[in-house]
């Protein structure tokens, strides 16, 4: 079975543009999730879709948005781009949106923001 | 405040030595304990999910301990690798979605040959 697929792997915006990243899940997989990982906080948790709705979302600002597919792959997009948005943005897919299940991750989109 | 707390932050071993990473949490209400590694530049990957009622799991040469009284988890890496270098995260999961997922600092280990 093919693991999340998440694109691109890098990337480099500027200062107040826009970003969509995309993630595919495991095949089956009808949760997906979403994380920013920076060296200062660690791994945060942004929202979380489950059959293409929104199930939860963390502390971070309406600048941050996602949305999934009938397919359950996901977009997430930031806008209006913050120099701390620079983070590494993980993917996770789950079989079911229990939070009991393993995490299978993506190896992330590294955002760069200059 | 739900918190998880790993130490050391850092630790280093020689090629073929055990070591054992350590785990504190304060979740309420627990649900499961999970252990993750994670290679530079690349996503987490699974070791083991522990639930309340199970006190050690192994993956390989990675065993999980858990004493949900003391609420502390610690993973044994048994005859370390090369390969075994990286940041090995400690993420505890409250009752609920994925939201309720803590996720400890990481310990990050380097194996020296």
């Known amino acids: 079975k093919a693991g999340v697929t998440q694109t691109p792997r890098y990337l480099i915006k500027t200062r107040g543009q826009q970003v969509t990243l995309s993630c595919s899940p495991i095949?089956?997989?009808?949760?997906v999730s979403w994380y920013q990982q920076t060296p200062g906080q660690g791994l945060q948790f942004l929202f979380e879709?489950?059959?293409?709705?929104?199930?939860n979302k963390g502390n971070f600002p309406g600048r941050f948005s996602g949305r999934q597919f009938s397919n359950s792959r996901s977009e997430m997009n930031v806008s209006t781009l913050e120099l701390g948005d620079s983070a590494l943005y993980l993917c996770?897919?789950?079989?079911?949106?229990?939070?009991?299940?393993?995490?299978?991750f993506g190896n992330g989109t590294r955002l760069t923001v200059t | 405040k739900n918190q998880v707390e790993q130490s050391p932050q850092s630790l280093i071993i020689l090629e073929g030595k055990n070591c054992t990473l350590q785990?504190?949490?304060?979740?309420?209400?627990?649900?499961?304990l999970r252990w993750y590694k994670q290679d530079t530049g690349r996503g987490p990957v699974s070791l083991t999910i522990?639930?309340?009622?199970?006190n050690t799991k192994s993956n390989g040469r990675y065993t999980a301990t858990l004493d949900a009284d003391t609420k502390q988890s610690s993973l044994h890496i048994t005859a370390s690798q090369l390969s075994d270098s990286a940041s090995y995260i400690c993420?505890?999961?409250?009752?609920?979605?994925?939201?309720?997922?803590?996720f400890g600092a990481g310990t990050r280990l380097a194996v020296h040959p």
């Open positions: 996770a897919s789950s079989s079911t949106d229990r939070g009991n299940s393993p995490l299978h």
């Open positions: 879709y489950f059959s293409e709705t929104q199930r």
């Open positions: 993420v505890v999961s409250a009752s609920g979605g994925y939201n309720k997922l803590i």
């Open positions: 785990c504190n949490y304060t979740v309420s209400p627990f649900s499961n």
């Open positions: 522990m639930t309340f009622s199970e």
């Open positions: 095949s089956g997989h009808r949760s």
